[in-house]
Nanobody
């Protein structure tokens, strides 16, 4: 099993940046595909970005491509989401998620086995 704890959320003005971190417990972090999802009030949880076990393969939602960067550090058992050029539409609770038994990157929330508690990101206009 793995436990995930997000941090780094907060309030930022439009155009600003934030870096989210996801700290994972356990000694098998490098075995997990890691992803970030977000959920805005009244909306369904949506895929943001995913990164493969080695970090070589990455996938982004079209809405964040070119503005967000996902990364991981397997030595530190951590994943990150660098968010630039933020807009009010990015306001949401951001969750990191992990899945071990996956043949590749997946955008489907139901495919993920482990979730963090979420961190709030609020972008003011």
């Amino acid at each position: 099993q793995v436990q995930l704890i997000e941090s780094g959320g907060g309030l930022v003005q439009a155009g600003g940046s934030l870096r989210l971190s996801c700290a994972a417990s356990g000694r098998t972090f490098s075995s997990y595909v890691m992803s970030w999802f977000r959920q805005a009030p009244g909306k369904e949880r949506e895929f943001v970005a995913a990164i493969s076990r080695s970090g070589v393969s990455i996938d982004y939602a079209d809405s964040v491509k070119g503005r967000f960067t996902i990364s991981r550090d397997n030595a530190k058992n951590a994943a990150y989401l660098q968010m630039n050029s933020l807009s009010p539409e990015d306001t949401a609770v951001y969750y990191c998620a992990a899945v071990r038994w996956s043949s590749g990157l997946t955008r489907v929330a139901g495919d993920y086995d482990y979730w963090g508690q979420g961190t709030q990101v609020t972008v003011s206009s």
